[in-house]
C-alpha cells in the first residue's frame, strides 16, 4: 500500500508560532523532489510541543496543500487512546491516507494492553493504520506476534519499524504476511532494511535530501541495491550528523543552511552546539547539497 520515502516532516516555526506559508512550500517542494507521501506531526514534526489545536492544523494543511499527489500519513499517536482516537478522527476527516500511531509511551503497558489499544483505535474510524514501534523511545516493543495478531485486522495495514533490529522484518513477514507493509524508521539502516523485505523509509533526512533519499528508495525497489548503495554511502555521513543531538534539530538546522525553514525548534530542545554544526556542514557538503 506503500512504498517509498515518505519524509517525516518538519513542522516550520517563526517567532514560536506555526509557519504555515513555510508549510505549504516544504509540501510543494518535496512533491517536485519525488517523495512518495508525507508523515507530517510525527515526533520529527514536534508533536510533543504542539498544541491538540496546531497538531490538527498541520495535518489539515498538508492534506490540503498535497491534495491527492502523493499519499499523506497523519501523526495519530498518544500515550492517551481517547487522544490518539481524536487525532484519528481528524486526520480521516479532514482526508489523509493513514495515520502513524507509536506504541504508547510512558504508560509502559504489556502486550496485551497494546492490542486493546490498537484494536480500539483501528474500531474508532475508517482509516488504516501503520503501528510505530521505536522502543527507545517509547520504552515498549511490540512483538512480533502481538503485531501479527493485530495484523488480522483489516486496517491494520502496516509498521514503521525502529528498532533498528534487521532481523524483525523478515521474522515479521513470515507471521504478519508478505502484504503487510514494512516501513524503516531508521535512516542509516533503510537500505539494509529493504533487502530483508522492507518497502519504504519514513525519514528524517529526507526534509533536506528529498531527491537522494527518493532515489535510494527506488534502486532498493527495482532490485538495484548496488545503485541504492552509491546513493546510501554520499548519505551516510549526513544520517549520522543529524542524529548527533536529536534528528529534528539537526535535520531543521541542516534545513537552514540550504535556505528551506528556521533552524527554530521548540523547548525543551535546544538547537545544535557548534561542534555538531560543524559536522552536519561537513555531511552537507559530502552529499553534494551545499557548497
Known amino acids: 500500500m506503500f512504498r ?7 513542522t516550520p516555526f517563526k517567532n514560536g508560532e506555526l509557519d504555515l506559508d513555510t508549510l505549504k512550500k516544504l509540501v510543494e517542494w518535496h ?4 517523495s512518495h507521501g508525507l508523515v507530517p506531526v510525527g515526533t520529527t514534526g514536534e508533536s510533543p510541543t504542539l498544541t491538540h489545536e496546531e ?16 499519499p499523506v500519513i497523519a501523526g495519530a499517536g498518544s500515550n492517551n487512546t481517547l487522544e490518539s482516537m481524536r487525532f484519528m478522527r481528524h486526520a480521516k476527516n479532514v482526508g489523509a491516507d493513514a495515520a502513524l500511531v507509536v506504541t504508547p509511551y510512558y504508560n509502559k503497558p504489556t502486550q496485551r494492553g497494546l492490542v486493546a ?7 474508532c474510524c475508517d482509516l488504516p493504520i501503520i503501528i510505530y514501534n521505536i522502543p527507545g523511545r517509547s520504552v515498549v516493543d511490540m512483538m512480533p506476534e502481538t503485531m501479527a495478531e493485530l495484523a488480522e485486522l483489516p486496517r491494520i495495514v502496516g509498521v514503521k519499524d525502529a528498532t533498528g533490529d534487521l532481523a524483525r522484518v523478515n521474522l515479521q ?10 516501513i524503516s524508521g531508521e535512516d542509516g539502516t533503510a537500505h539494509g532494511f529493504n533487502a530483508q523485505g522492507g518497502q519504504g523509509v519514513i525519514s528524517v533526512t529526507a526534509n533536506v535530501a528529498p531527491k537522494m533519499v527518493a532515489e535510494v528508495q527506488n534502486a532498493t525497489l527495482a532490485g538495484d541495491y548496488a545503485k541504492a548503495l552509491e546513493l546510501q554511502d554520499r548519505l551516510m555521513p549526513l544520517h549520522t550528523a543529524i542524529f548527533t ?9 541542516a534545513m537552514s543552511r540550504v535556505g528551506l525553514c528556521s ?29
Do not use: W
Not at 512533491?31 to 519525488?34: L, N, R, S, T, V
Not at 489499544?117 to 474500531?123: E, I, M, R
Open 4 to 10: 517509498g520515502s515518505f519524509p517525516a516532516l518538519v
Open 31 to 34: 512533491i517536485g523532489e519525488g
Open 55 to 70: 497538531h490538527e492544523t498541520v495535518v489539515q494543511e498538508v492534506v490540503r496543500a498535497v491534495d491527492g499527489r502523493i
Open 117 to 123: 489499544h490498537f484494536t480500539a483505535l483501528h474500531d
Open 173 to 182: 513477514r513470515m507471521i504478519c504476511g508478505p502484504d503487510f507493509c514494512q
Open 245 to 253: 543531538e536529536p534528528g529534528l534539530v539537526g535535520v531543521k538546522y
Open 263 to 291: 533552524e527554530e525548534v521548540r523547548s525543551p530542545l535546544t538547537g545544535l552546539t557548534d561542534e555538531t554544526k560543524a559536522l552536519v556542514d561537513d555531511a552537507l557538503r559530502f552529499a553534494g547539497l551545499m557548497n
